[in-house]
């Protein structure tokens, strides 16, 4: 599948070296960019797909340009590659809209496949990250839920899904374990989204276990 992608960092020769193995890969680099406040403006007129997002930008954060990426372009995809993986930085970007994190120790084949796996909605993290993001929605589940209204009826095979997204499973481990496709899995999550007026995992996560659906 070949990608529209952004690359956005403020390293010439890394942001060179990034669009240069996405090429090779066979995806198409629409923009690069190494400030903050230019990648929001470039990706609005560029339209990808997915954003590859440096943390650390020299003018605004790149959680920063997480949430005006979002606002401009809801449906695209950002997948952080960062040379930190300090918690908080991972937990603000994921809760700005960050689809995956990554440091930029990952291998060339582990970025590739977090680039495929980024643009299909699913959660890539750093060995090690994915625990630390998964241990913070059971803290934010653990406060107080605001108030809801009655709470839509999800069909039986919606309800499982969620409880193995809220248990931490990758959509191709949810997919394996319920004998679905991966674009199944993913159908089911975008339908529940739309039914609860949610606008992405963090979000449904949360939901799944105020709920106790991570039983």
């Known amino acids: 599948m070949s990608l529209r992608v952004m690359v956005v960092d403020d390293h010439p020769m890394w942001r060179e070296g990034v669009a240069r193995d996405l090429t090779e890969a066979g995806h198409q680099v629409v923009a690069t960019s190494g400030e903050g406040r230019q990648a929001v403006r470039v990706a609005a007129a560029a339209r990808p797909d997915l954003v ?19 606002a401009a372009l809801p449906e695209v995809r950002v997948l952080m590659l960062s040379a930190s993986g300090e918690p908080q930085g991972v937990l603000d970007a994921v809760k700005a809209g960050a689809t995956g994190y990554l440091t930029k120790s990952a291998a060339p084949a582990e970025f590739l496949d977090a680039v495929r796996r980024t643009a299909a909605g699913e959660p890539v993290f750093t060995p090690g990250l994915a625990g630390l993001v998964l241990g ?26 969620l409880r193995l997204v809220a248990k931490g499973l990758s959509y191709k481990q949810i997919a394996d374990r319920l004998g679905l496709s991966h674009r199944t899995v993913q159908n089911h999550v975008q339908n529940t989204l739309g039914k609860l007026q949610l606008h992405n995992r963090v979000e449904l996560t949360r939901y799944a276990i105020e709920r106790g659906l991570d039983d």
């Open 136 to 161: 913070e929605y059971r803290r934010l589940a653990a406060a107080p839920p605001a108030p809801h209204d009655e709470a839509p009826r999800l069909t039986e095979r919606e309800t499982e899904v």
């Open 52 to 70: 590859v997002l440096d943390l650390q930008l020299p003018d605004i954060s790149g959680v920063e340009v997480i949430r005006g990426l979002r």
